[in-house]
């Protein structure tokens, strides 16, 4: 059975760091693409960012030049190095896998979700 494993979310203030963590269990063939993705309160889940197989990356404006995505295909792991953090980006950030579960197909996984709370 496929799992997400978040870890790394925590409070900091305005202007600091956090790493995010993302362990994919339970699949044979790796992962397609990965991601994080977050919801403040009262607004719809949004993309932060993105990364395929090859190394590819996508950005949401909002983080582009502060946050870097990254992976390591061994581990089928995910990462998110999250700097100079502003009070908006406070949310729970959630972990995104596509995952090959037989030739040809494949299915979306979700991680349990990790509060990030910006605040002085």
């Known amino acids: ?5 978040e870890s790394g979310g925590g409070l900091v203030q305005p202007g600091g760091s956090l790493r995010l963590s993302c362990a994919v269990s339970g699949s ?6 990965m991601g ?5 309160p009262g607004k719809q889940r949004e993309l932060v960012a993105t990364i395929t197989r090859g190394g590819n990356t996508n950005y949401a404006d909002s983080v582009k030049g502060r946050f870097t995505i990254s992976r390591d295909n061994a581990k089928n792991t995910v990462y998110l190095q999250m700097n100079s953090l502003k009070p908006e980006d ?5 972990c995104h896998a596509n995952v090959p579960v037989m030739t040809g197909i ?5 991680g349990q979700g990790t509060q990030v709370t910006v605040s002085s």
Request: net charge positive.
């Open 1 to 5: 059975q496929v799992q997400l494993v």
């Open 28 to 33: 044979i063939f790796g992962s397609n693409a």
């Open 36 to 40: 994080y993705y977050r919801q403040a």
């Open 90 to 94: 406070a949310a729970v950030y959630y």
């Open 106 to 110: 494949s299915r979306d996984y979700w």
